[in-house]
C-alpha cells in the first residue's frame, strides 16, 4: 500500500459544477496537509494548507482533513475552466532532520466551458 | 517577492553524460529539496538540504548529488545519465527545516536520448 493514495481521475466536469478531490493516507504522525495545483509544463503551486484535523476556506477552495479517518478533501465550488490542471496532495510530518513530505500522485481535472 | 528560479528550464543529453542543474530559493528561505516528477512515479524526493548541508535524503542512487551554497542557492549534479533519468526536476524552498509549506519553481525538463 503506498503512502498517500489518490483519486486517479482524470475527472471532467462541466463549468460551474462542484469538484471532490480526496487523498487517503496510512502515516497517522502526518500533521500538516497541502493541496498543490499543477498546470502543464508547470511546477507545483501551493493552493492550501492546513494543520490537523478541520475545514479551511479560501474563496472557491475548501480543503477538509479528517485525521481519524485519514482522509483529505478539496472541494472546487463553481469551477472554472482555469481550474483545469492536476491537483496533488501532500502531507508532511516532522522527522528527525526536518519535515517529511509525500505526495500523492495526482488526480488530473479538465472543466469543461 | 521572487518566487523559486531554476535553470536551465530545458535541457537534452545523452546516455552517460552527467548534467547540473540549478536553483535559486525564494529571498530568506533557507531549506531547498530536489524532487523528480515523472509520469510513472509522480513526484518523488530526492534530497533537502539547510545551510549548506544535506539533512535529508530519499531513496536514490548515489548518481544523484547536490550541493548548497552560502547564499542558499543550489545545485544538483546526475552522472552516468540513464535513459530512466528524463524527469521533471522541481526545487522547493521553505523558511527553514521544520517548515509546514513549500514552494516550487518551474522545473527543469530533462530529455536523455
Known amino acids: 500500500q503506498k503512502e498517500v493514495e489518490q483519486d486517479p481521475g482524470p475527472l471532467s466536469v462541466p463549468e460551474g459544477a462542484i469538484v471532490s478531490l480526496n487523498c487517503t493516507y496510512s502515516?497517522?504522525?502526518?500533521?500538516?496537509f497541502m493541496w498543490y495545483r499543477q498546470y502543464s509544463r508547470k511546477g507545483p503551486e501551493l493552493l492550501m494548507y492546513?494543520?490537523?484535523?478541520g475545514n479551511k476556506e479560501d474563496g472557491r477552495f475548501t480543503a477538509q482533513v479528517d485525521k481519524s479517518s485519514k482522509y483529505i478533501s478539496l472541494f472546487i465550488r463553481d469551477s472554472q475552466p482555469s481550474d483545469s490542471a492536476t491537483y496533488l496532495c501532500?502531507?508532511?510530518?516532522?522527522?528527525?532532520?526536518?519535515?517529511?513530505?509525500?505526495f500523492g500522485p495526482g488526480t488530473r481535472l479538465s472543466v469543461l466551458p | 517577492k521572487a518566487g523559486v528560479t531554476q535553470t536551465p528550464r530545458y535541457l537534452i543529453k545523452t546516455r552517460g553524460q552527467q548534467v547540473t542543474l540549478s536553483c535559486s530559493p525564494i529571498?530568506?528561505?533557507?531549506?531547498v529539496s530536489w524532487y523528480q516528477q515523472t509520469p510513472g512515479q509522480g513526484l518523488q524526493f530526492l534530497f533537502e538540504?539547510?545551510?549548506?548541508?544535506?539533512?535529508n535524503k530519499g531513496n536514490f542512487p548515489g548518481r544523484f548529488s547536490g550541493r548548497q551554497f552560502s547564499n542558499s542557492r543550489s545545485e544538483m549534479n546526475v552522472s552516468t545519465l540513464e535513459l530512466g533519468d528524463s524527469a521533471l526536476y522541481l526545487c522547493?524552498?521553505?523558511?527553514?527545516?521544520?517548515?509546514?509549506?513549500?514552494?516550487f519553481g518551474p522545473g527543469t525538463r530533462l530529455l536523455v536520448l
Open positions: 522547493a524552498s521553505s523558511l527553514g527545516i521544520h517548515q509546514e509549506t513549500q514552494y
Open positions: 502515516n497517522s504522525a502526518f500533521q500538516y
Open positions: 492546513t494543520y490537523s484535523s
Open positions: 501532500a502531507m508532511s510530518a516532522r522527522g528527525n532532520y526536518g519535515q517529511n513530505f509525500v
Open positions: 529571498s530568506g528561505h533557507r531549506s
Open positions: 538540504y539547510f545551510s549548506e548541508t544535506q539533512r
